[in-house]
């Protein structure tokens, strides 16, 4: 595996594994982030906050003209923003993801990586898909546009146990 540190040496700009080239600081996503997502998904069948808040802006190589420069552009932006995180195919698999939070930020990364993408002449169509946590997720919580953020727990109420008498029959 192949890893590049950032200047300060704290987390790993780019590394390899066997089908994708991560890249992207993630200043703001907790360690093990998705780990704890996947683990709660295919334990408890059910979606966290961070599988509602998870979105990937989808890049593929048929809509650019540089597949190369794309990835080039994408390691500038990393060194650049701290919160750019990613990766692209390996081999067959000539796709780009970009993670982000919220719909909000999704829709922030989305703009500013079409605009910068447009002016260096690297665009083929004006579309970049998005989705939203895993597709092996769909699976188990259905289509990702009909998954919900877990309903917040009403606060405890306080009240004295009541003995409830029946009869047995």
């Known amino acids: 595996m192949k890893i590049e540190r950032d200047p300060s040496g704290k987390r790993p700009l780019r590394y390899d594994?066997?089908?994708?080239?991560?890249?992207?600081?993630?200043?703001?996503w907790s360690y093990?982030?998705?780990?704890?997502?996947?683990?709660?998904?295919?334990?408890?069948?059910?979606?966290?906050?961070?599988?509602?808040?998870?979105?990937k802006i989808l890049i593929f190589e048929d809509a650019?003209?540089?597949?190369?420069?794309?990835k080039r552009y994408l390691m500038e932006r990393a060194e650049e923003d701290k919160e750019i995180l990613g990766k692209w195919g390996r081999g067959q698999?000539?796709?780009?993801v970009i993670y982000t939070k919220s719909e909000l930020d999704?829709?922030?990364?989305?703009?500013?990586?079409?605009?910068?993408?447009?002016q260096r002449g690297l665009l083929k169509s004006g579309y970049f898909p998005y989705r939203r946590g895993c597709k092996s997720?769909?699976?188990?919580?259905?289509?990702?546009?009909?998954?919900?953020?877990p309903?917040?727990?009403?606060e405890a109420i306080e009240t004295?146990?009541?003995?409830?008498?029946?009869?047995?029959?």
Request: hydrophobic fraction near 30%; glycine fraction near 6%; charged fraction near 30%.
């Open 17 to 28: 594994t066997k089908f994708w080239s991560h890249f992207g600081h993630g200043d703001g």
């Open 32 to 55: 093990g982030r998705c780990n704890r997502c996947v683990e709660h998904v295919y334990t408890t069948h059910t979606a966290s906050e961070d599988t509602v808040n998870c979105w």
């Open 64 to 70: 650019v003209t540089d597949f190369e420069g794309v």
């Open 93 to 96: 698999n000539s796709l780009a």
């Open 106 to 118: 999704r829709d922030r990364v989305k703009a500013s990586i079409y605009r910068d993408l447009k």
């Open 137 to 149: 997720f769909e699976k188990i919580l259905g289509p990702w546009r009909d998954w919900e953020a």
């Open 151 to 154: 309903k917040q727990k009403p």
């Open 160 to 169: 004295s146990p009541q003995l409830v008498e029946y009869e047995e029959d």
